[in-house]
């Protein structure tokens, strides 16, 4: 086992993804509280990042986290907007010092109680679906340990995003979920292919291929693997 | 040796040359790998940086065959770019040496055929990005000046990877990482569309890709978002690259 499926397995289990027939919902407010109560954080929100770029909020823990939130729909900025828009992470560890990006946001944030705000993209390379947004009263960057449960967390995240649309998985997101976390080259490269059989975006191209692993009870790597070699496709 | 010197110079400057507008951390790394390919006389050449989970990744190789990626993935485990990248010191290996170290890469390594195996860490004031992996697969083992070599090629280029100057050093790094690795996988999810286009492997994907973005004078990771959100035509690649 990696260093990265110790990580994975040991926050899957704290914010409550491995107990049967849990939802995505139960999900996203886990993955919250966790962050608040693991990362020395004052807020967490997930959100949901659309094609037309408009937000939703899928969960949040802490008073100023839907705040901060709603702040940068009003006034249309923000690290939030940044990070959904470019598919990078965004650390903005002084919100209160002048050289930062949003002028106007920074100083309502600050006023809230918010002096630090970091959003993490739900991205799987062109596949973005939504950040993790983190909050703090106090200036100064994750530290390490922190950025990288903050990471995986919001890997987490995105599978479950990911899976929402997909009733072929059924009730067994916690299956799912254990199954899924191999960031390997080959299901890259697989969700390409699959992408153009499909006709499909490269989201639904790789919901559909942890799907169909997920439903033969094989590893997402080996039926990517089949793919690249040409084994198997997902043409109509 | 003078040879030796007058290429070590080049790429001194060039790996110093990294504040541009246009910079692509993967044609970065790419050029790097190829560079000490070209210095130290190995086979073969690779750059992983961290994920920031506790992970490495591999984000250029001197070489895009699939076996040699899927022996760098290897490393997410074991293997000289994890010991150099968690000690912060380069490491040094013969193939014997290495099936001692580490059970499970050495022998696809073997199978590579590379005789000896190095990486040395890749740092910037205390920070450790990742490491460079050189493998040879004749008889000679690195020398400690290959080693000094190689390692202050890692040196300069971690410098020059983190662009921007600046107080708050360690968010804009975090920052950079995690762009660097999701530019790597566009490329891969690229290299599946067209493959899956023309009917062709993915290796000879990326050689496609690479050769187009060349041509037309594009960034990599620039033309291979467009062709994984199939915003070119990627039918054109054979039509005009072929």
């Known amino acids: 086992m990696t260093a990265y499926d110790e990580r994975r397995n040991r926050i899957l289990s704290e914010v409550g993804a491995l107990e049967p027939g849990v939802e ?13 109560e693991h990362l020395d954080l004052s807020g967490c929100a997930l959100m949901l990042c659309t094609q037309d770029s408009t937000l939703d909020v899928l969960a949040s823990v802490g008073a100023p986290a839907g705040q901060v939130a709603e702040l940068q729909f009003g006034l249309g900025e923000g690290p939030c907007l ?9 650390f903005a560890a002084d919100l209160a010092s002048l050289d930062v990006r949003w002028p106007v946001f920074s100083g309502a944030a600050c006023d809230a109680g918010v002096l630090a705000e970091f959003s993490i993209p739900l991205q799987v390379g062109t596949v973005g679906l939504g950040t993790l947004d983190l909050s703090r009263d106090q200036p100064g960057m994750l530290d390490a340990e922190h950025l ?12 479950a995003v990911l899976m929402l649309q997909r009733a072929e998985v059924g009730s067994d997101l916690a299956g799912l979920l254990r199954a899924t976390g191999t960031d390997r080259f080959v299901v890259h490269q697989a969700t ?3 992408s153009v059989q499909l006709d499909a975006s490269a989201a639904d191209a790789l919901a559909s291929l942890r799907a169909a692993a997920f439903l033969a009870g094989r590893s997402i790597s080996d039926v990517a693997a089949d793919i690249v070699e040409r084994k198997v496709t997902f043409y109509a | 040796m ?3 010197e007058r290429l070590l110079a080049q790429v001194f400057v060039r790996l110093a040359d990294t504040l541009v507008d246009d910079f692509d951390v993967v044609e970065f790394l790419q050029r790097l790998a190829a560079d000490a390919v070209e210095i130290l006389g190995v086979a073969t050449a690779g750059v992983m940086l961290s994920d ?7 984000l250029a190789s001197s070489e895009e065959r699939m076996r040699l990626l899927e022996l760098f993935e290897l490393q997410n485990q074991e293997g000289p770019c994890m010991d150099a990248f968690h000690n912060r010191r380069p490491v040094a290996a013969s193939a014997d040496e290495g099936r001692r170290l580490w059970p499970q890469f050495a022998p696809a390594a073997a199978e590579q055929g590379f005789q000896f195996m190095c990486a040395t860490p890749l740092q910037l004031r205390g920070n450790t990005l990742g490491a460079l992996n050189l493998f040879r697969n004749d008889d000679t083992p690195f020398t400690s000046n290959d080693m000094a ?5 890692a040196k ?8 921007q100057r600046s107080l708050n050093e360690r968010q804009l790094l975090a920052e950079q990482l995690q762009t660097a690795l999701q530019s790597r996988v566009v490329i891969e999810q690229a290299k599946g569309v067209l493959a899956e286009y023309l009917d062709i492997s993915v290796d000879e994907a990326f050689q496609q890709l690479r050769r187009r973005a060349r041509n037309t004078n594009r960034k990599l990771t620039e033309l291979a978002r467009d062709v994984a959100t199939r915003n070119v035509n990627a039918r054109d690649f054979q039509l005009t690259d072929r």
């Open chain 1, 24 to 36: 995505a919902g139960d999900i996203f407010d886990g993955v919250c509280r966790f962050a608040v």
């Open chain 1, 148 to 159: 990288a449960d903050a990471l995986v967390a919001a890997d987490i995240s995105m599978d």
């Open chain 2, 149 to 153: 070599v190689a390692n202050a090629m």
């Open chain 2, 52 to 58: 920031g989970r506790g992970g490495l990744r591999l």
């Open chain 2, 156 to 163: 300069v280029a971690a410098t020059g990877l983190l662009q």
């Open chain 1, 192 to 194: 390409g292919m699959v």
């Open chain 1, 82 to 90: 940044d990070a959904c828009g470019s598919g990078r992470p965004v």
């Open chain 2, 2 to 4: 003078q040879d030796r």
